[in-house]
Structures are given as structure tokens and as C-alpha cells.
């Protein structure tokens, strides 16, 4: 007697719609390891910026504050990206932020004194949160179930772990310099072999979703 309330369960599951597995995403691949190798290349850099200060001879307190104060000026950088979703596209938005963050490392790479040292690490944070900023967006555009997102965001802190310990090696065998080095490669890394796979699925997906506005870090 109660089959008749079965019947809707049926024709339900006809209409779902099948989802590719995450690194079948068009676009997902070359976003996700631009993602990994720009948190791995910066992540050596920045886990030994407070070192790079010290090998500098800068006082402790001048460190932490430059340390400190960078968090807050990068929220410039998702400001940014939240006036300029709609007016830059996003290919070029993501290659902007990518090509600052790998300048960024260079200019905390080689600081020589405390203006050098400051201006890598605003340039730093300005650069890493507009980008991320985008790069949510980017990965809300390819999947938005949000997949590709929580991927992203699970490769980045792995990708910075890693690069941490690069870091390291490059720091007891090398000089600080070259974990500015590793950063820059990182960068270049993610935007030679990333961004042009992802570029042609967004294109795929037309101009509406290349120019769609990122999503903010600062949303709830």
C-alpha cells in the first residue's frame, strides 16, 4: 500500500546531474598546481623572513613590527580585488597577482636594509591576498560545489609545509637569498605550466565567468 510514495525517490535521481571528479574539472589541473607551487615557492621565502631581518642586522622590534604590520596592509590587496572583480578580467587579475608575489620574494630575498626588507613584505601580502582572493574565485568558477576550492586550500598548506622545509635545506646550505630564489620559481612555475590549461577552460566557459568577481577571503 505504501508504494505509491516511492515512485517520486525514482524519478529524482534521474534528474541528478553527474559530477566529474575533481581533477576532471576543465581548468581544475592547471589551477590547482599554480596553486600548489605559488604556496610552496612563497612558503620557503616567508617561513625564514624573520631570519632574512636578523641576517641584515635589523633590531628585533624593527622586525616584528614590519612582520606584523604587513598582515594588515595586505588587506589592501583583497580590497582591491573586491573594487576590480568586475572591471579587470580574470586571467589578467591572476597573472598580475602571480607576477607580484614572484617579485615580492625577490624583494625580500635579497632586502639589504629596512626599507628593502619592508617594501618585500607589504609587496608580499598585498600580492598574496589579492591573489587569493582570486584564486577562490577562480576555483568557485570551475566547480561550483566547491571542491575545487577545498582542494586548493588543502594544497596550499601543504605546498607551504613543503616549501618551509626547502626552505630549510636552501637556508643551512645556501644563503637566505636563495629561499627568495625558490619563491620567484614557484611563481614563474605556476604561471608557465598552470595558468594556460586554465586560461583555455575559462575561455571554454566565456566571458562571463572569466570576468565574474572573485571571491573575498574577508567573507563570512
Known amino acids: 500500500m505504501s508504494s505509491p510514495f516511492f515512485v517520486g525517490f525514482t524519478s529524482g535521481r534521474r534528474v541528478e546531474q553527474t559530477q566529474l571528479a575533481v581533477w576532471r574539472v576543465p581548468g581544475a ?9 605559488f604556496s610552496t615557492g612563497t612558503g620557503a ?3 625564514f623572513s624573520e631570519r632574512i631581518g636578523k641576517s641584515i642586522n635589523l633590531p628585533g622590534a624593527q622586525i616584528a613590527l614590519v612582520l606584523s604590520a604587513g598582515v594588515f596592509v595586505g588587506l589592501i590587496g583583497t580590497a582591491v580585488a573586491a573594487v576590480l572583480g568586475r572591471r579587470v578580467n580574470r586571467p589578467r587579475a591572476l597573472v598580475i597577482g602571480l607576477c607580484g608575489s614572484g617579485l ?4 625580500l630575498g635579497f632586502a639589504a636594509n629596512l626599507v628593502i626588507f619592508a617594501a618585500g613584505v607589504c609587496v608580499y601580502w ?9 584564486l577562490l574565485g577562480t576555483a568557485a568558477v570551475l566547480d561550483p ?5 577545498t ?3 588543502g594544497l596550499e598548506r601543504l605546498g607551504y609545509g613543503l616549501g618551509a622545509g626547502m626552505g630549510g635545506i636552501l637556508a643551512e646550505h645556501a644563503t637566505y637569498s636563495s629561499t627568495g ?3 620567484f620559481l614557484g611563481c614563474t612555475l605556476g604561471l608557465a605550466l598552470g ?18 568577481p572573485p571571491v573575498s577571503i574577508l567573507a563570512p
Not at 615580492?104 to 624583494?107: A, D, E, G, P, Y
Open 29 to 37: 589541473p592547471g589551477l590547482l598546481f599554480a596553486w600548489a607551487a
Open 45 to 47: 621565502l616567508y617561513a
Open 104 to 107: 615580492s620574494c625577490l624583494l
Open 126 to 134: 598585498v600580492f598574496y591576498m589579492f591573489l587569493y582572493s582570486y
Open 145 to 149: 560545489a566547491g571542491r575545487v576550492g
Open 151 to 153: 582542494l586548493g586550500g
Open 181 to 183: 630564489v625558490l619563491g
Open 195 to 212: 595558468f594556460p590549461s586554465l586560461f583555455r577552460a575559462l575561455k571554454m566557459r566565456g566571458n562571463e565567468s572569466v570576468q565574474s
